[in-house]
């Protein structure tokens, strides 16, 4: 079984259940691994930006709880699977130095960048953007993931996937787009930072079979071009989804050619054979 590495919790607001359900399903499911990474919300920000920015996740305080309650359950639970503590963290081009010290405070095991919005073309979630061309959204969105993947902040680039689930794919910029997927996987591999495999992009693959291409393999295919690392992750959100449909995307991947995923402790990367 792989390692789970996409984890929220009901700290972020928006999750569901108790933290230690989150690890008792993993621990039933046979997991060498799990790894809570839930949002931190953006209170690092300047009090104008604060203003404007659609937010979800952590506040200082209440990432001080969420530190403090995942340790005391890596102690408890340390004999039957290693639990790994990280972040989700939205990845702000130009707010690096407001963030770095906030992610200094704890001994993190990995850090994940995401984009949820793009501040160019507004403060709100992208799936909300509706006045610019799609073709402009996909753009700045690779763009900010590849400044993400350089930036050092991070150990894996959580859901490259997220613009294509929300975001109309740009038919008529198809070969521009998949070079942008290949381009920001490039500058990860580059970088020393995976690319995290969504089983949610999986999931929405399966779900979307056309006659154009598939991002999520050519996502794969830059991986393996690349030799890009990956790490692995159900993005759950309840307990139940602990893990959700891990075997299936793995044997899949696996028959793609990538046969290993990157583990961390202390941001120290080890590997995985799938």
Not at 17 to 33: C, D, F, N, Q
Not at 83 to 90: A, K, M, W
Not at 233 to 245: F, I, L
Request: charged residues 20%; proline residues 4%; hydrophobic residues 40%.
């Amino acid at each position: 079984m792989a390692a789970d590495y996409h984890i929220h919790t009901p700290y972020c607001g928006h999750a569901s259940g108790k933290t230690i359900e989150y690890v008792e399903r993993a621990v039933s499911l046979g997991l060498p691994e799990i790894g809570f990474s839930d949002h931190l919300g953006r209170y690092y920000l300047t009090r104008s930006q604060r203003k404007r920015y659609w937010d979800w996740g952590m506040s200082e305080q209440t990432l001080s709880r969420y530190y403090t309650e995942l340790t005391d359950l890596r102690e408890a639970f340390a004999s039957r699977i290693r639990v790994r503590i990280g972040l989700e963290v939205d990845f702000i081009e130009g707010a690096e130095s407001f963030l770095a010290p906030v992610l200094a405070l704890y001994p993190f095991d990995f850090l994940l960048g995401s984009i949820h919005c793009i501040p160019a073309l507004g403060w709100q979630h992208l799936a909300k953007i509706t006045s610019a061309d799609p073709v402009d959204i996909y753009q700045e969105y690779f763009s900010a993931a590849r400044a993400a993947a350089r930036s050092g902040l991070f150990q894996s680039i959580a859901h490259l996937d997220f613009i294509w689930r929300y975001v109309p794919w740009p038919e008529t910029r198809s070969d521009k787009t998949i070079g942008d997927i290949a381009s920001v996987v490039r500058a990860a591999a580059d970088s020393g930072t995976c690319i995290e495999l969504n089983v949610n992009a999986f999931i929405w693959a399966a779900s979307h079979k056309t006659d154009g291409p598939d991002p999520f393999d050519e996502m794969l295919d830059a991986v393996i071009e690349h030799r890009a690392s990956v790490t692995i992750g159900s993005d759950a959100h309840t307990p139940a989804a602990v893990g959700k449909q891990l075997d299936d995307m793995v044997a899949y991947v696996k028959h793609r050619g990538i046969t290993r995923q990157t583990v961390f402790e202390n941001a120290v990367p080890s590997t995985l054979q799938l």
